[in-house]
């Protein structure tokens, strides 16, 4: 079982920027493919983000444009830099393995705070 981990959720201000990490355990990492999910309180948990295990990725379209996912296989990291960011990115952000041998382990969240 693939253990996550994520970090660097904060306060922010509107037009701001953080850089989140999603740190996982075992030597399987290079071979899962990571989302980066955020769920809202009374809301279904929404995807934001994929990277796959060639580093091809694919972004909601209320992110694309601001927010990069990426990846280090040495670190077994992979990482979401949020841009520009808007009051309505406010919510738990998880990542999740959506595909490879670690499918389905998630991790226990980060919370990420936007003020106008």
């Known amino acids: 079982q693939v253990q996550l981990v994520e970090s660097g959720g904060g306060v922010v201000q509107a037009g701001g920027s953080l850089r989140l990490s999603c740190a996982a355990s075992?030597?399987?990492?290079?071979?899962?493919?990571i989302g980066w999910y955020r769920q809202v309180p009374g809301k279904q948990r929404e995807l934001v983000a994929t990277i796959n295990i060639r580093g091809s990725t694919t972004y909601a379209d209320s992110v694309r444009g601001r927010f990069t996912i990426s990846r280090s296989n040495a670190k077994n990291t992979v990482y979401l830099q949020m841009n520009s960011l808007k009051p309505e990115d406010t919510a738990v952000y998880y990542c999740?393995?959506?595909?490879?041998?670690?499918?389905?382990?998630w991790g226990q969240g980060t919370q990420v705070t936007v003020s106008s």
């Open positions: 075992g030597s399987t990492f290079s071979l899962n493919a």
């Open positions: 999740k393995i959506v595909m490879g041998p670690g499918y389905g382990s």
